[in-house]
């Protein structure tokens, strides 16, 4: 039997989160201390392509790199531990999302662990809430991994309303280069003029992300 998590913080648990359940595209689950899968909602079910049972007791790495998983099991340390919630933004299946832990209440499965609920964040937060809350360096791009690391810069610059002379200089490149890089964006992600990719990129938040975080994000994973 695990052991009990600290009772100094606010736990969670499925019964507590019952009331808020049934939004889409937010998801809940519970996990062990290792961060084996107790319990999900049903959105989390259907975003993983999976029922309760095939998901019981699997862990992160079937779906993630191992680099992804660690940076993600040091994050939410100190809520599986019973110390305090824990609270970050990322980029998970290539939308912003935001996301938040409780330390799970050990009396509903009779271990320790950690209660996560993720729900999307497509708008930039206010200045006080974005200097409270992280971003995870290690990204899950999802379909936006085809493109290269100049190629992701470009996309968030380009979604930001410059042109290509304006990113050429802010990135110390030839305007042909940055529109080399552009014409490979569209092929590689079937957009076939600029309005489209704009549309994509805000559809999910990822101007949500400042230029030093989705650079950061950018050189964390791909490194």
């Known amino acids: 039997m695990c052991s009990h998590a600290s009772m100094r913080v606010p736990v969670m648990s499925p019964e507590l989160f019952a009331p808020f359940d049934g939004i889409q595209d937010v998801f809940a689950m519970a996990r062990d201390e290792n961060l084996r899968l107790l319990w999900a909602n049903e959105e989390f079910l259907r975003f993983l392509g999976q029922t309760l049972e095939q998901a019981l007791g699997t862990d992160l790495t079937p779906h993630f790199p191992a680099a992804f998983v660690q940076d993600r099991i040091e994050r939410l340390g100190p809520a599986i531990r019973g110390e305090s919630t824990v609270a970050y933004y990322q980029l998970l299946r290539g939308q912003r999302r935001f996301t938040r832990a409780w330390p799970l209440d050990p009396d509903s499965f009779g271990c320790r662990g950690v209660f996560i609920l ?6 930039a937060p206010a200045m006080e809430e974005g200097d409270l809350f992280p971003v995870a360096g290690q990204a899950d791009y999802h379909d936006l991994e085809v493109l290269s690391d100049r190629e992701l810069e470009v996309l968030y ?19 042909s280069t940055i529109e080399r890089h552009i014409e490979s964006i569209h092929a590689k992600l079937g ?17 949500g992300f400042t230029p030093e975080e989705w650079t950061l994000m950018i050189e964390s994973t791909r490194k």
């Open 118 to 123: 993720i729900t999307p964040a497509l708008e």
């Open 191 to 207: 957009f076939s003029n600029r309005a489209e990719l704009v549309r994509f990129v805000v559809e999910r938040g990822l101007l």
């Open 157 to 175: 610059h380009l979604a930001t309303g410059l042109s290509a002379k304006e990113i050429a200089a802010k990135l110390f490149r030839a305007p």
